[in-house]
């Protein structure tokens, strides 16, 4: 079985900074994209960041130029350095990983079990 394990949610001040951090393990041959998603109280889950074995990254709107994503694809890692966070970053953070190749002719799709990160006013 894989797994995601996420580390670094808590509660910070508005303004402020937190890195969230990811990792898969299991018996994995090599993984397509991971991201991080959230889910706020009463709303859907949706994307916050991706990015791909090669590099490629993609941010919600609402991110970009706050939050950066980064991987180590040695050590099937992903991190979300987070920063000049604000009250409406309040949510459980989700780590995904799409495409987990663990045999030849299989891959799954992966779920960490969230983090939350609280931003107060």
């Known amino acids: 079985q894989v797994q995601l394990v996420e580390s670094g949610g808590g509660l910070v001040q508005a303004g402020g900074s937190l890195r969230l951090s990811c990792a898969a393990s299991?018996?994995?041959?090599?993984?397509?994209?991971m991201g991080w998603y959230r889910q706020a109280p009463g709303k859907q889950r949706e994307l916050v960041a991706s990015?791909?074995?090669?590099?490629?990254?993609n941010y919600a709107d609402s991110v970009k130029g706050r939050f950066t994503i980064s991987r180590d694809n040695a050590k099937n890692t992903v991190s979300l350095q987070m920063n000049s966070l604000k009250p409406e970053d309040t949510a459980v953070y989700y780590c995904?990983?799409?495409?987990?190749?663990?045999?030849?002719?299989?891959?799954?799709?992966?779920w960490g079990q969230g983090t939350l990160v609280t931003v107060s006013s």
């Open positions: 990015i791909t074995s090669s590099g490629s990254t």
């Open positions: 299991g018996s994995i041959i090599s993984i397509n994209a």
């Open positions: 995904n990983a799409k495409d987990v190749r663990i045999s030849v002719v299989r891959s799954l799709e992966v």
